[in-house]
């Protein structure tokens, strides 16, 4: 395995890894976003008042978005295993 292979599998292993972050990501920070607004709005500073709805939202978004984060594993696991079977 030469320099080239390794940095196309350390890319792909980054790529899968944003793909399956990032809408988790994203519904927290939007969460979070609407919670701060709320917050600033009413004058409200409870600290704890942002982890419930947190919480519940990335829960709910896991259990919605885990076929899409698992199947990306799959692609990518698929693709090691073959290139560790076919010796590079």
Known sequence: MNEIEVLEISREAVFTL????????????????????????TQIQEMTLAFVPKILGVFIALILLFPFMLSQMQKLSET?????????
């Open 80 to 88: 090691l295993f073959d290139k560790i079977v076919s010796g590079g």
């Open 18 to 41: 944003l793909k399956v972050v990032s809408p988790i990501l994203l519904v927290a920070l939007a969460i979070g976003l609407i919670i701060g607004i709320f917050q600033a709005l």
